[in-house]
């Protein structure tokens, strides 16, 4: 869908506006532009993502990093946001996924076939496990060369282990979209692959670290976190993401299977079951957490 059908300032909390213009007076200033140079959808969009960056880069640790997922439309006009919000020096890569599809044949233009994702840290510390990303050489015996002829001479045993170890992906990623995978794919339509959030949290992230997903949609973040020994948040304002989310994390994971289910409830997408099992997951926090919040230690209300 376009900009103009998705976006209004019905989308906008204006009361948030004010604090705005009082805290970020210049990034207030370029958001206005935008409604001349594209349009007043999409001013009224980056004005919607800007509060919500703002506030994720309030609540992310000083050695976390933010991932923003965004196609060409407005990922440059993101980029300008994110500068001001994260800091320039602290933009790291500019991602892009690139991905296979069919075209039409009346069509008068390439094929637009890649997203783009923009990767900021916060301070000036931030998780890289470069060996959990690695990937194999394309071909390995001409990357050996390479990098022989610019290191000097390597023993055999080193030129082996260089071989085995693989190389850090470049920032182009070819991944083929969630809609290939009969097995993944739940028919939401903005689903990302497993593998995309699998290489993101492997690198930016350690065990038992947080990953928060504020648009998490059908829960692929969620469930990647869950897979790898991370812990998780998730967001959504849609509410069959509810159902999809608890669905899968059933079956991806087996998250939910004891956590949720007493007395052989199915765990279905009807809203009646939804309600039943978000109280008992309110109960069994207020239990384990004995009537606290973990992050600012407030009282839990029943």
Same mark, same amino acid.
């Given at each position: ?64 990093? @933010? ?7 407005? +990922?440059?006009?993101?980029? %300008? =946001? /994110? $500068?001001?919000?994260? #800091? ?107 593998? @995309? ?7 930016? +992230?350690?065990?038992?670290? %947080? =990953? /928060? $997903?504020?648009?998490? #949609? ?85």
């Amino acid at each position: 869908a376009s900009f103009k059908d998705m976006w209004t300032w019905d989308d906008v909390n204006e009361g948030y506006l004010e604090s705005l213009v009082e805290k970020y007076p210049s990034l207030v200033r370029y958001i206005t532009s935008i409604g001349d140079v594209h349009s007043q959808a999409m001013m009224a969009y980056i004005t919607y993502m800007t509060q919500r960056l703002i506030e994720l880069h309030r609540i992310l640790k000083d050695t976390g990093s @933010l991932y923003l997922h965004v196609d060409p439309t407005a +990922s440059h006009y993101l980029k %300008i =946001v /994110l $500068d001001k919000i994260f #800091g320039k020096n602290n933009f790291r890569n500019e991602i892009v996924w690139c991905y296979h599809g069919p075209g039409s044949p009346h069509m008068r233009q390439f094929n637009r076939k890649h997203d783009i994702i923009l990767w900021y840290n916060k301070g000036k510390t931030w998780t890289f496990n470069k060996d959990d990303v690695r990937v194999p050489f394309k071909d390995p015996n001409q990357s050996l060369r390479k990098a022989m002829s610019v290191g000097g001479t390597f023993s055999n045993e080193e030129v082996m282990k260089y071989r085995r170890k693989g190389k850090i992906p470049e920032t182009w990623w070819e991944i083929r979209i969630a809609a290939r995978s009969k097995k993944e794919y739940t028919g939401y339509p903005t689903q990302k692959p497993l593998a @995309l959030l699998e290489r993101i949290i492997k690198a930016s +992230s350690k065990e038992d670290d %947080i =990953v /928060l $997903d504020p648009f998490c #949609g059908c829960a692929t973040t969620c469930v990647k976190a869950q897979q790898l020994g991370r812990k998780w948040i998730g967001i959504d304002i849609e509410k069959k993401a509810v159902d999809i989310l608890i669905d899968r994390l059933s079956d991806d994971s087996g998250l939910f299977k004891n956590f949720i289910q007493t007395e052989k409830i199915p765990i279905r997408t009807d809203v009646e079951i939804v309600e039943h099992t978000q109280k008992q997951i309110k109960e069994r926090l207020y239990k384990d957490q004995q009537g606290k919040c973990k992050g600012c230690q407030n009282e839990m209300r029943r």
